[in-house]
């Protein structure tokens, strides 16, 4: 797994979050397979955003990507 492929399959799910003002940025992926997310504009702020890095983005990262044991949001 490298940046790149993981940088893909934030771009298919990017347009739901831009959908209400959020995106996501791509910090780094660990060779633990630990994708570290920066959360940013609407859903840095939201109360949702938790829900939305776990059972969106993590669980999209993880079906695309068997090597990726979780998803972390860094500041």
Not at 15 to 41: F, H, M, Q, S
Request: hydrophobic share 35%; charged share 30%.
């Amino acid at each position: 797994m490298n940046n790149q492929s993981v940088e893909q399959t934030i771009e298919r799910i990017r347009p739901y979050l831009k959908e209400d003002g959020g995106d996501v940025e791509l910090v780094r992926v660990t060779a633990e397979g630990i994708v570290e997310v920066r959360l940013t504009g609407s859903c840095t702020s939201c109360p949702m955003s938790m829900m939305t890095l776990r059972a969106g983005i993590e669980r999209a990262l993880m079906l695309a990507h068997e090597s990726v044991k979780r998803v972390e949001q860094v500041k």
